[in-house]
């Protein structure tokens, strides 16, 4: 992966906690975090006293050239939201200078924990559709802005391989949005449904409390029937 052809962008924790509609009972959870990127999930649960590992691609990558990345594209990434305002709902973040803020922060929070993180094995440059985990090493798997939003970039084979790939290192599994980036549904959501049920995975469409890009407002939660 060359880090100029990435756009890094990070949520903050109570996005997570809502995009997954995550209890506390959830967050004392082994967590494995799937393309978190420059989210502070990670840090926050850690200072919480949580157990949390990431893993993405952009974790080859030192602080500073994250860094660079993020503020290289800040701004064309603020002028996008811009053009296409009215594809949000302004409620969570009132305008584009508070969501800007509020990244910000969550990406700095990021940047100062990322190289200790890294030391203590919390941020492994690890990419979908295969991970060197040994099964069920995490009670919970979170998977946000990456499966169904990017259903243009990966197809459907990659979205099976991953989502069986998840389920074998974690007994649950949360996705979300199921919306593609163009705000339509994924056409891979049916095809990963039939094969779940094939497999004796439960899954399950969650209406969920975080609702910023109209129509991105449920998650997918997956587990083992038998
Ligand atoms: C839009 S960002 C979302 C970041 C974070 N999850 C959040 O919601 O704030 C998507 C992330 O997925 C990562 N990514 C891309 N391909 C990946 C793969 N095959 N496996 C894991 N992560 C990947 C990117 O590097 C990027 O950090």
Redesign the pocket.
């Known amino acids: 992966?060359k880090l100029a052809e990435?756009?890094?962008?990070?949520?903050s924790g109570e996005?997570?906690r809502r995009m997954f509609n995550l209890t506390d009972a959830d967050l004392g959870k082994r967590i494995l975090?799937?393309?978190?990127?420059?989210?502070s999930f990670n840090a926050e649960q850690i200072t919480a006293g949580g157990s949390v590992v990431s893993?993405?691609?952009?974790y080859a990558f030192s602080a500073q050239e994250i860094e660079k990345r993020v503020e290289a594209t800040y701004y064309t990434v603020i002028e996008n939201v811009q053009k296409e305002e009215a594809q949000y709902n302004w409620t969570i973040f009132q305008n584009t200078d508070e969501l800007g803020k509020e990244r910000m922060k969550?990406m700095n929070q990021f940047l100062t924990d990322y190289e200790t993180g890294k030391q203590q094995g919390r941020y492994l440059a690890?990419?979908?559709?295969n991970l060197p985990f040994p099964d069920q090493s995490f009670e919970l798997a979170l998977?946000?802005?990456?499966l169904f939003?990017y259903s243009d970039h990966l197809s459907e084979a990659f979205h099976q391989t991953?989502i069986q790939e998840l389920m074998r290192v974690a007994n649950e599994v949360r996705i979300f949005p199921l919306i593609s980036l163009a705000g339509s549904p994924s056409p891979h959501l049916s095809p990963v449904l039939a094969a779940c049920e094939a497999n004796y995975i439960q899954a399950e469409i969650v209406n969920v409390p975080y609702h910023f890009q109209k129509g991105a407002y449920q998650m997918l939660q997956l587990s083992r029937t038998a």
């Open positions: 992966m990435i756009v890094p962008w990070g949520r996005e997570y975090g799937v393309g978190d990127g420059p989210a893993i993405d691609p952009i969550a690890y990419a979908l559709p998977c946000s802005h990456l939003l991953a």
